[in-house]
């Protein structure tokens, strides 16, 4: 090919490439996925011409043994944007707050009724929705929100025509918990405590810790007390304590996060497929 016409053909190239911009999934590349850093702009040009998923980590600030308060709201922060990529999503700001009644009377604990919540996401889930986002992708931390969570979410989800998903993540991931450590997890066990470790090992207070700090949580209906006796709630007797090793951690981190990548496509492929609220 001489100089001249290789030239012309970069030409040609470029104009075409103008005209009829090749785009998939793969190639939206944001300056961020978070839509607390995007400008509108952005926000404008990627939904939902490009990105038509958005993650919203929901969660509770309440005591879990010797690891932060926050750790509800910062797994599923954490987890958002360690996936997002993989599911071509936009992660909303993390609604920080949850339902934690018996919970409340640790220091540094806050609650709020459930009649306060249900409205509060039902109007952010509707926002998302009135922005464009066909899947809207929960993802859960704390399972004191799961109840209303649920009841709104299908409220929303009929009434706006949109896709909820709401992930429990440690309910997901029961069984890696079980590959991972040999046994059952628990609030502030073992399961808690490797995840955000795997992010924030800085702020795991490992000194702090001894194993009396935990109580076996109480068999489903046989008692319950308020406040909760320990802040460290093992499903099983004598399982789940923390274990603080840091090859686990980033171990489970990774495997969980897999598993809600794999949950999420899975059921983005069976709505398209089914054809529901596209
Ligand atoms: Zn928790």
């Not at 009929?158 to 992930?167: A, P």
């Not at 924030?200 to 009396?212: A, N, S, W």
Request: some cysteine.
């Amino acid at each position: 090919m001489t100089i001249k016409r290789f030239l012309v053909l970069c030409l040609m190239m470029s104009i075409c490439g103008g005209f009829f911009p090749i785009q998939s999934a793969e190639d939206v590349k944001p300056t961020t996925r978070e839509m607390n850093l995007l400008c509108w702009q952005e926000f404008q040009e990627l939904v939902p011409a490009r990105i038509q998923t958005v993650l919203l980590p929901v969660g509770s600030l309440e005591p879990h043994g010797v690891i932060p308060s926050g750790t509800d709201n910062l797994a599923p922060e954490a987890m958002a944007r360690d996936i997002a990529a993989s599911v071509n999503a936009l992660i909303a700001p993390t609604l920080n707050y949850g339902i934690t009644p018996a919970m409340k009377a640790f220091p540094g604990a806050v609650s709020i009724t459930p009649e306060a919540y249900a409205p509060f996401v039902a109007d952010i889930l509707e926002n998302l929705a009135d922005n464009g986002f066909r899947n809207i992708i929960v993802l859960n931390g704390h399972g004191g929100n799961t109840a209303v969570l649920k009841e709104v979410t299908v409220q929303v989800a009929n009434e706006k025509k949109v896709r909820i998903l709401v992930v429990n993540w440690w309910s997901l991931a029961d069984d890696i918990t079980k590959e991972v450590f040999g046994e059952n997890g628990g609030h502030a066990g073992n399961n808690e405590t490797a995840y955000i470790q795997a992010v924030y090992p800085e702020h795991i207070h490992f000194e702090r810790y001894t194993k009396e700090m935990a109580s076996v949580n109480p068999p489903a209906g046989a008692f319950f007390t308020v406040p909760v006796t320990s802040s460290i709630g093992l499903y099983e007797e004598g399982q789940g304590y923390p274990t603080f090793l840091k090859d686990q951690a980033e171990e489970y981190f990774q495997k969980v996060n897999d598993r809600v990548v794999a949950l999420i496509q899975d059921v983005l492929q069976k709505w398209d497929l089914a054809g529901v609220y596209r």
